[in-house]
T-cell receptor, first 114, second 112 residues
Framework: EAGVTQFPSHSVIEKGQTVTLRCDPI?????LYWYRRVMGKEIKFLLH????????ESGMPNNRFLAERTGGTYSTLKVQPAELEDSGVYFC????????????FGSGTRLTVV | QKEVEQNSGPLSVPEGAIASLNCTYS??????FFWYRQYSGKSPELIMS????GDKEDGRFTAQLNKASQYVSLLIRDSQPSDSATYLC????????????FGKGTKLSVKP
C-alpha cells in the first residue's frame, strides 16, 4: 500500500509570500493530522481532520494558517503570508481509526522562510 | 501545558549492548504511549505502542509503562549500528481525538 505522500519535499520562500503544502493520506484513512517541528523544538500537533471535517484545530498557531480537506481525500495547508518563524518541517500523518493509536507519517515538507 | 520530557542525549552504546531510553509525561489523562524512530532527514516511524502498565515485547524492543510514575521506557536489546537514530516518545493527548504530544527525542548512537 502506498504510504502518506507529501509535497513539495522542500520549499524556500520569502517572508510575506504564500505557500501551500499538500498531503495525500493512505487510501481509506479517514483521519489526517498535520504536525510541525520547528528547529530545536519537539514535533507539535496542528490539526486533525476526520474525513473532510476539522475535528481539532487547537494547535494551529494563528489565522495565517489555513487547512482544507475537500472531499475527505488529500489535504492542503496554506500559509499566507509566511513569516520567518513558520520555518520548520511540516509532517502529515494518517490513520484508519480515530483515537489514540499510532499512525503513519509522511516524509514531511521542509519549509524555509527567508 | 501537557509535556513529554526526554533526555536529548546523545546516548552512546556499544554494538550488542542494551540501550535504555526513557521519558516522562505530565498529563495523567494520557492513555496511550508510542515510540517512534526517526533517522536523520526521514519521517518518524512507529516502532512500539503501549497502553497498559507493565512490559510489552516485540523482537529486540521492549516498551515499559508505569502510569503511577508517569514514566515510559524503551529497551533495545542487542543494539545494532542500524539502530542509531533519534527516538521520539509520544503520549496520546487524552480522550479520543488522536493527537499526540511528543518529546524532543533522544539521539542514540550504537558504536560498532
Amino acid at each position: 500500500e502506498a504510504g502518506v505522500t507529501q509535497f513539495p519535499s522542500h520549499s524556500v520562500i520569502e517572508k510575506g509570500q504564500t505557500v501551500t503544502l499538500r498531503c495525500d493520506p493512505i487510501s481509506g484513512h479517514d483521519n489526517l493530522y498535520w504536525y510541525r517541528r520547528v528547529m530545536g523544538k519537539e514535533i507539535k500537533f496542528l490539526l486533525h481532520f476526520v474525513k473532510e471535517s476539522k475535528q481539532d484545530e487547537s494547535g494551529m498557531p494563528n489565522n495565517r494558517f489555513l487547512a482544507e480537506r475537500t472531499g475527505g481525500t488529500y489535504s492542503t495547508l496554506k500559509v499566507q503570508p509566511a513569516e520567518l518563524e513558520d520555518s520548520g518541517v511540516y509532517f502529515c500523518a494518517s490513520s484508519e481509526h480515530r483515537g489514540n493509536y499510532g499512525y503513519t507519517f509522511g516524509s514531511g515538507t521542509r519549509l524555509t522562510v527567508v | 501545558q501537557k509535556e513529554v520530557e526526554q533526555n536529548s542525549g546523545p546516548l552512546s552504546v556499544p554494538e550488542g549492548a542494551i540501550a535504555s531510553l526513557n521519558c516522562t509525561y505530565s498529563d495523567r489523562g494520557s492513555q496511550s504511549f508510542f515510540w517512534y524512530r526517526q533517522y536523520s532527514g526521514k519521517s518518524p516511524e512507529l516502532i512500539m505502542s503501549i497502553y497498559s502498565n507493565g512490559d510489552k515485547e516485540d523482537g529486540r524492543f521492549t516498551a515499559q509503562l508505569n502510569k503511577a510514575s508517569q514514566y515510559v521506557s524503551l529497551l533495545i536489546r542487542d543494539s545494532q549500528p542500524s539502530d542509531s537514530a533519534t527516538y521520539l516518545c509520544a503520549a496520546g493527548g487524552g480522550g479520543s481525538q488522536g493527537n499526540l504530544i511528543f518529546g524532543k527525542g533522544t539521539k542514540l548512537s550504537v558504536k560498532p
